[in-house]
């Protein structure tokens, strides 16, 4: 491995695009477009030091999954009905047309028992066709399925768990037509998640059918720092719940490993809550705004049938979503906090097209202005920047230099794109 020379900047920065280039060439042969100099970084605020692309090989995850998943608003109330009702609903809403493709099982779809040939069930009376039929049913839509085990003795919920039956049951996974694996860590008789999460992985990939890994370790042993190789998200910590304090908590704690997202794998700050009544309006359209821009998995985890318009107009924004799935794949992260228990924040992150996503974010529950200078967005301050707000859908300023401030109500951020007209940069 390169020796990282953590006092020098362009030391540390040469030794960076040597790191990542040996590592790309090693692992895919590919060097994405930022680290190759196509792209420009606007500057290397943004340190992706960490960041790898397609590390696990199997194609999957180039931009974060999106879609559904059962368990924040039904938890064990699930059956093949609901699920077959909410990939209509995908479909019916249009927000599979907006990316939400994956329909996701989460805990309780088993009996408690595997069967005599030691064989994984679907519990027979909330899926009595069969995950098989259900897998059939979702791709017909022209939709994935994902499906939900545990590196332990149990899932969480007591069913049982995939440990030392990698193999059988990613090839039962395999022959149901499963698109997806959620990968819980409950019951998991204290062995290490860098020994538990592999094999599934091997396991998987050896069934020849593609199928996205998506490790539920909750941060306990840092995945970010070894599940690039493993997965194709990790979560980052523990478990969401659907209020303001799980929320921010949660997107401080996923923060901190924003260096390691790339493509083919993500952190995952866990499913959204938007939509399941603990947060306001202001505080939903927050949470959704902040993990589009860190890149998160974007998993709906309210119930998709009946949603209220207000839920709808957020999860269906496209703007937002197409931060979320830009290209480039750099998870933007908190960049400036200052006021107040440094209430006031501002989060950005670059995106393709040498343009920056900005969140302008009041954690504070009282309005007030909000402003991002030029400077802590890695901008020099004579840079004119044309300013598009995306959830008003329209720009807001044209050669903006040096500082933008916005008025942001409490608990309430705003989300911009920002498009630097000329990219000037100092010669020293
Ligand atoms: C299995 O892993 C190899 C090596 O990374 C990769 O080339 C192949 O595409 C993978 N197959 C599947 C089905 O994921
Ligand atoms: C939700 O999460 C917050 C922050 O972690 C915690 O303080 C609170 O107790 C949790 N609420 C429930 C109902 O678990
Ligand atoms: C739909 O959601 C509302 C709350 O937004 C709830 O009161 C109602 O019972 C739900 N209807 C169904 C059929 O679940
Ligand atoms: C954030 O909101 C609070 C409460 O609404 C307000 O008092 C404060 O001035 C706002 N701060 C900023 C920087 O907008």
């Known amino acids: 491995m390169v020796k990282i020379n953590h006092n020098s900047a362009m030391g540390m920065f040469v ?24 792209e420009k970084p606007i500057s290397n605020i943004f340190d992706t030091s960490k960041y790898g692309i397609y590390q696990l090989g199997n194609g999957l995850g180039g931009t974060p999954q999106m879609g559904w998943n059962s368990w924040n608003f039904f ?70 399925l994902g499906i939900y085990s545990d590196a332990g003795a149990f899932t ?66 840092d995945p970010a720092l070894w599940a690039g190789k493993v997965g194709n998200s990790w979560r980052t910590t523990d478990d969401i719940n659907d209020s303001w304090a799980s929320m921010t908590t949660i997107a401080d704690l996923n923060d901190k490993w924003a260096a390691y997202a790339g493509p083919g794998g993500w952190n995952d700050p866990d499913m959204l809550e938007v939509g399941n009544g603990g947060m306001t309006y202001e505080e939903y359209r927050a949470h959704f705004s902040i993990w589009a821009l860190m890149k998160a998995p974007l998993l709906i985890g309210c119930d998709v049938r009946n949603m209220t318009a207000e839920t709808f107009e957020i999860i269906s924004n496209e703007e937002v979503i197409a931060v979320n799935q830009d290209s480039l794949g750099v998870q ?15 989060w950005a992150g670059p995106l393709s097209g040498q343009r920056l996503a900005v969140v302008i974010w009041n954690r504070s529950s009282k309005t007030s202005t909000i402003t991002a200078k030029w400077a802590t967005l890695g901008l020099e301050s004579s ?21 933008f401030g916005a008025r942001v109500k409490g608990h309430s951020c705003e989300m911009y794109i920002f498009s630097p007209s000329t990219v000037t940069r100092s010669v020293s």
């Open 156 to 221: 969480c919920q007591v069913r049982p768990g995939s440990i030392f039956h990698e193999s059988d049951d990613a090839k039962l996974f395999a022959s149901w037509g499963v698109d997806y694996l959620k990968y819980d860590n409950c019951f998991n008789l204290g062995i290490e998640p860098e020994k538990r999460y592999p094999p599934m992985r091997d396991a998987l990939n050896a069934t020849g059918r593609t199928i996205f890994y998506s490790l539920c370790e909750w941060g306990v042993h």
């Open 332 to 346: 933007g992260r908190k960049v400036y906090a200052y006021g107040p228990d440094n209430c006031y924040q501002v």
């Open 383 to 403: 840079t004119k920047v044309s300013i598009r707000d995306l959830w008003k859908h329209e720009y807001v300023s044209e050669n903006k230099v040096a500082s």
């Open 15 to 38: 030794a960076i695009l040597v790191y990542v280039h040996i590592i790309c060439v090693a692992v895919s042969g590919r060097v994405h477009p930022y680290l190759s100099g196509v």
């Open 75 to 144: 938890a064990c109330d699930i059956n093949e009905k609901v699920i077959k009702e909410t990939a209509d609903a995908l479909i019916s809403t249009g927000l599979a047309k907006l990316g939400y493709n994956y329909v996701n099982i989460d805990d309780c779809w088993s009996e408690l028992q595997r069967d005599s040939k030691g064989q994984l069930v679907a519990d027979s009376k909330a899926f009595p066709s069969g995950i098989k039929s259900l897998a059939d049913y979702v791709h017909s839509k022209g939709l994935k």
